[in-house]
């Protein structure tokens, strides 16, 4: 069946740190592929998507790119700030009948001055 | 735009009692759903409507009903509260299930607490 795999946190550094939150995703045909941010006490809203192999979604500094050949979408920021602790969720929606979204566990993302 | 809203934001339940937690959008979405979140479980489905008239039940149904007589509204009804009912709610809706308009919008959240 399909599913997402995100890699454990609590992930915690310094403010201009790499980030990089890995999410692998199984799934039958060519998913579309999200990142969601969930700030502290509030919903989650889309960071960003790809909806093909290649593409690459990005906002707010923050990139991810589509790879079909590893079935990976990792989530990446040059220099993260304090602004950008919350909970990092990978997602697919999947192109068949279905197309439930299926949701990793989420990654949290502590970043301290 | 509003977007999507729910309410109440909060809420304390005894064991047995029963209420609805309301969803509205305002973006004329199809497709609306109900989630609920708990520590190291993720998001997880309960109900989901594609479309006035027309719903369907998620990953953990049991304990809760739904119905959708608009487009804008999908309330969400717990029957009878249980303490593993304890938990924070999210409405989400979205235009399409497939192509462009496929990201999901969601509400601020109830958390529900049953005692």
């Known amino acids: 069946g399909n599913s997402v795999t995100q890699m454990e946190g609590p992930v915690t550094l310094s403010e201009e740190a790499f980030l990089t939150i890995n999410c692998t995703y199984t799934?039958?045909?060519?998913?579309?592929l999200f990142w969601y941010v969930q700030y502290p006490g509030e919903g989650l809203q889309l960071l960003l998507k790809a909806t093909k192999a290649d593409d690459k979604g990005s906002n707010k500094g923050f990139e991810a790119t589509y790879r079909k050949e590893t079935t990976s979408f990792h989530l990446e920021k040059g220099s993260v700030q304090v602004s950008d602790s919350a909970v990092y969720f990978c997602?697919?929606?999947?192109?068949?009948?279905?197309?439930?979204?299926?949701w990793g566990l989420g990654t949290s993302l502590a970043v301290n001055p | 735009n509003a977007g999507v809203t729910q309410t109440p934001k909060f809420q304390v339940l005894k064991t047995g009692q029963s209420m609805t937690l309301q969803c509205a959008q305002d973006?004329?979405?199809?497709?609306m759903s109900w989630y609920r979140q708990d520590p190291g479980m993720g998001l997880r489905l309960i109900h989901y409507s594609v479309g006035a008239g027309i719903t369907d039940q998620g990953e953990v149904p049991n304990g809760y009903n739904v119905s959708r007589s608009t487009t804008e509204d999908f309330p969400l009804r717990l029957l009878s509260a249980a303490p593993s009912q304890t938990s924070v709610y999210f409405c989400a809706s979205s235009r399409d299930l497939a192509g462009p308009y496929n990201e999901q919008f969601f509400g601020p959240g109830t958390r529900l607490t049953v005692l």
């Open positions: 973006m004329n979405h199809e497709y």
């Open positions: 997602a697919l929606r999947n192109a068949g009948n279905n197309r439930k979204l299926i």
């Open positions: 799934a039958t045909g060519y998913p579309s």
